[in-house]
């Protein structure tokens, strides 16, 4: 293995009279490798991939972006994930990735590159970890093509360079991986090492819940079967890291459930005020069957979010071209790597490997195919890190040994599977670089066919070399140009809204239109867009525009594309017109009549509050949490803040979400608010001054 050469003592210039070294004799130099200075490459890539034009999509989620906004100034926002800083209502999730934007605004000021760039840099830490992983049981080359792959996968590059919690949930379950490679290896530190595992995976727990645990089952059986500790201690160790996990999992959870209901804020997305509720209702199982009380959804298996369930969901639709472009081939490098460690002793670390990583993969794989609640394909990112360590670690394995017909065999189908499938999912596009599908089929075919005749030929040894350069490029481009297509297409766009998608608006047939994966469902209204501009975006068909179910008035947001590339059927509530659309004429209105008041406004939903409280730099109580629909506050709780003069104003239509929520509470609210107060227009919104009746 190459690394950076122990320190050595350069001759030094001149000596002394006596022969000794002068004071500038001893110096210490280094050597750096090529295997270092390739790897320090991919990183500095990655970041100027993940950093390059960040601030074109502005605040983002801005739902998430209010959030940290508020715990940027008030520290009790910030610990417990709240959504405005007068901590009225937290977001859906736990807070882990708030925490980490929230300190950085902190640090520097909130701002858009406050708040993206730490996702960047997790992303530019994701790679090196994977590639620290593979690299300790394979080659420096095997390590470079993982890193690459979830450098340059889609949806990775779409979520590093967001403020959604995946960015985090991505680096910690590497990182535990990592640190379950390095307890594979280690006899006397395991214990450590797989406790430290536990510790990562728990706070994935606090980033993003439930979806954090999906890895579990590989991370233990692969330490279980290749352990280097006997099968009891192993035992032993195993627990410690469960130990771990549930205390650094738990900790928040146990002081928010202990807390007083009036100490904090309501706990979003919940129906009773319970972060336990939350975690295994709306963010946990009912992920799984669909029963997701106070959910976006609406119903089990609804196709409207994610298509129907079944093997068939990730290679198809929205998701396939943010992650399925290798997913084929990660498939059957697993399978090769089973292979390869055939008959081995237990604790074979090329068969350790497929159980780590092909355990992850098949485990979230078949977890999102068949949930019937809410997935949205940027959750695909999941899969990137296994797709990435399995497919280098296959391709080292298979090219040691491409002189054997049957691993040259495997390689050179693996090369066709890839380009076939690739050329597949670039139909998609037709007409978005037509030429791309056809080189990456050319260099598929040209790539098989070299490994298949290659070690047959009788040629020179320089020779052979460099056809078997040639033969790697090939295959590396087959692999990678069309994820770094899309993802070059992805930097090279404006992101924003709940429901960002990497790649061509086209792509998947997820854009646009009634029906599809995102469209509303045919014959039920909502009009699709293209460019995040304009829809009437409803999901019955009733109703006026930018309502759910044709309760309420227009909300300034309904119909307004998500993405940039706009989201059919989406309604009011994932969001819309953005901080762009508040007027100046509100922000004066509402931070001259922010002093002495809890909060300056209230709006209905969080998406429809989000804009104006990050606009105005002001307090902005969310009705009904991120769709309306959450039990907070009810109308006596709100009529009594209104006679305690703790809200200004309740904004209307235009720059927030009056009706936008579906039902409940926050119509009660509006309604009465409607009844008893006067309506009055600043810029283009509809405010009511709460202080007057």
Not at 151 to 165: C, D, G, Y
Not at 174 to 187: C, P
Not at 307 to 326: D, K, P, V, Y
């Amino acid at each position: 293995m190459s690394t950076i050469t122990e320190p050595h003592t350069v001759p030094p210039a001149s000596q002394d009279a006596g022969g000794r070294a002068g004071p500038r004799a001893f110096v210490t130099g280094y050597s750096i490798s090529r295997e270092k200075m390739l790897y320090g490459g991919l990183l500095l890539l990655t970041a100027i991939a993940y950093l390059w034009g960040l601030s074109k999509n502005g605040y983002a989620n801005e739902y998430y972006a209010a959030a940290v906004q508020a715990g940027s100034t008030s520290w009790k926002a910030w610990f417990l994930g709240a959504f405005d800083s007068s901590s009225f209502i937290t977001v859906d999730k736990t807070p882990a990735s708030l925490w980490v934007m929230g300190l950085s605004g902190r640090i520097f000021g909130f701002g858009v590159w406050s708040m993206l760039i730490p996702q960047a840099l997790m992303g530019v830490a994701s790679v090196a970890f994977l590639y620290v992983s593979v690299r300790r049981w394979f080659s420096a080359n095997a390590a470079l093509l993982a890193g690459a792959i979830l450098a340059l996968t889609p949806v990775a590059v779409l979520m590093f360079r967001f403020n959604n919690p995946d960015a985090l949930l991505i680096l910690l379950l590497v990182a535990g991986a990592w640190a379950v490679t390095r307890a594979i290896d280690s006899e006397r530190h395991a214990a450590r090492w797989m406790a430290l595992a536990g510790v990562l995976v728990g706070f994935g727990f606090l980033t993003k819940m439930l979806q954090a645990f999906l890895v579990l089952p590989a991370f233990g059986l692969a330490y279980l079967i290749a352990g280097k500790p006997a099968l009891g201690k192993r035992l032993l160790h195993s627990l410690g890291a469960l130990a771990a996990l549930v205390v650094s999992a738990g900790w928040w959870i146990a002081i928010v459930e202990l807390m007083p209901a009036s100490a904090r804020p309501y706990i979003g997305g919940s129906t009773t005020n319970s972060i336990l509720e939350l975690t295994l209702g709306y963010n946990g199982l009912g992920r799984l069957t669909g029963n997701e009380t106070g959910s976006v959804g609406g119903g089990v298996g609804n196709p409207g979010w994610g298509g129907a369930t079944g093997l068939q969901r990730l290679f198809g639709g929205e998701f396939a071209s943010q992650i399925a472009w290798l997913l084929p081939t990660a498939l059957l490098a697993t399978i090769v790597l089973v292979v390869a460690a055939g008959r081995a002793g237990r604790t074979d670390k090329t068969r350790a490997f497929a159980v780590l990583w092909g355990g992850w993969l098949v485990v979230t794989g078949l977890v999102f195919s068949y949930m019937q609640g809410i997935i949205h394909s940027y959750y695909m990112i999941a899969l990137a890190p296994a797709i990435g360590a399995l497919i280098g670690a296959a391709a080292m394995v298979l090219w040691r040994r491409r002189a054997e017909w049957l691993p040259r065999a495997a390689l050179a189908g693996g090369a066709l599977l890839t380009a076939g499938w690739s050329f597949s999912l670039l139909q998609a596009t037709p007409t978005w670089l037509p030429w791309l599908r056809w080189t990456i089929l050319i260099a598929g075919v040209a790539a098989a066919g070299l490994v298949l005749i290659l070690p047959e030929l009788e040629l020179r040894r320089t020779t052979v070399r460099r056809a078997g350069l040639f033969a790697a490029t090939l295959l590396a481009l087959t692999a990678l140009a069309g994820p770094a297509a899309y993802s070059i297409q992805t930097i090279s766009t404006a992101h924003a809204g709940a429901l960002p998608s990497a790649g061509p608006a086209s792509a998947g047939g997820r854009m646009g239109g009634g029906g599809g994966p995102m469209g509303a469902p045919p014959g039920q209204g909502g009009t699709g867009t293209t460019n995040g501009q304009g829809g009437t975006g409803t999901t019955n068909g009733q109703g006026a525009p930018g309502t759910t179910n044709g309760q309420g008035g227009t909300t300034g947001q309904g119909g307004t594309g998500t993405t940039g590339r706009g989201q059919a059927g989406a309604g009011g509530f994932l969001g819309g017109g953005g901080i762009s659309g508040v007027s100046s004429e509100l922000v004066t209105l509402l931070q001259q009549g922010a002093k002495g008041y809890t909060w300056a406004a209230a709006a209905v939903t969080a998406n429809g509050a989000a804009p104006v409280q990050i606009a105005a730099e002001v307090p902005v109580m969310a009705i009904g949490g991120f769709n309306g629909t959450d039990a907070a506050p009810t109308l006596a709780q709100f009529q009594e803040l209104v006679a305690q003069g703790k809200i200004h104003y309740l904004i209307g239509s235009g720059g927030g979400g009056f009706g936008g929520g579906r039902g409940g509470t926050s119509s009660e609210i509006s309604t009465w608010v409607a009844e008893n107060f006067q309506a009055q227009t600043v810029g283009s919104t509809t405010i009511y001054d709460l202080t007057t009746n």
